[in-house]
């Protein structure tokens, strides 16, 4: 069997299996486009992200996700589903109970939050063109009007809270994301477009902080014609966190 979707409560999810088993998993949690239902995923029908999955397979890793209540930016119920997920399969499946993540975009939220709160349970993470801060985004988001207003209605749907209150709840609640991780974190920076440029800069001015903090975080820069390159990026990185068990 290569994979198999399945339900978890309200929730779709598929897992893909290795034909020569390491023994290790990776958990992927995907931007806003990804989705799960009972037949196929994002993953499946992309045929950049099925070669990335075919890859990893080959390497023998066990990969697995969720739909996860879709558009979630980072939400409490969502990273809840990814621990119970998480869960389910480490009971269910033949795998160490540390695992990989690979997170791309709004994904990188729930990521970030699943290594605070679970990061004993992980080898190691890898973030490509990661949202890293929803606050940020937002502001980001303000130059393209029509974008900003789907935004702020997404938001309200995943944090179950009134549009208006948006920016008080971020203000709030939008924690340093990238402070005090322990789990080794590899950033994946594709440079396709605008967006991606300016997220650039952002990333570099973190840079210099987790350098002087010496924080577990690497930035890659890859150009939109190297993307081939991903799978064994991510193979080698993981790699270096596989020598204990």
């Known amino acids: 069997m290569e994979s198999r979707n399945f339900q978890l409560d309200t929730e779709w999810c ?12 990776i958990l992927i949690i995907g931007d806003d486009r990804h989705f799960v239902d009972e037949h196929s995923s994002f993953w499946t029908q992309n045929e950049g992200k099925y070669s ?9 890793y066990t990969i697995f996700y969720s739909n996860l209540y879709g ?7 969502a990273v809840d589903k990814a621990k119970f997920l998480y869960e389910h399969i480490v009971r269910t499946e ?3 109970e540390k695992i990989h993540i690979i997170a791309e975009g709004m994904g990188s939220l729930v990521a970030l939050k699943l290594m605070h709160e679970m990061g004993h349970m992980i080898r190691s993470a890898v973030l ?3 949202i890293l801060s929803l606050k940020h985004h937002l502001e980001q988001e303000k130059e393209h009007k029509f974008f900003y207003k789907k935004l702020l209605k997404e938001l309200a749907c ?6 208006g209150k948006i920016a008080d709840v971020l203000n709030k609640h939008e924690e340093n994301l990238t402070e005090g991780l322990k789990v080794p974190v590899r950033i994946i920076q594709i440079l396709s477009g605008g967006r991606a440029y300016k997220q650039s800069d952002y990333l570099k001015k973190r840079s210099v902080k987790w350098e002087n903090e010496k924080a577990p975080i690497t930035v890659f820069y890859m150009l939109p014609d190297k993307k081939q390159r991903i799978s064994s990026q991510m193979t ?3 790699r270096k966190y596989e020598k204990e068990l």
């Open 236 to 238: 080698s990185f993981f």
């Open 158 to 163: 995943s944090y179950e809270i009134e549009t």
């Open 71 to 77: 558009r979630n930016w980072g939400s409490d119920k």
């Open 128 to 130: 490509i063109n990661p």
């Open 94 to 96: 033949i795998i160490n």
């Open 14 to 25: 598929m897992v893909h299996y290795p034909d020569k088993p390491s023994g290790f998993g």
């Open 52 to 60: 990335l999955i075919r890859k990893l397979r080959e390497h023998g």
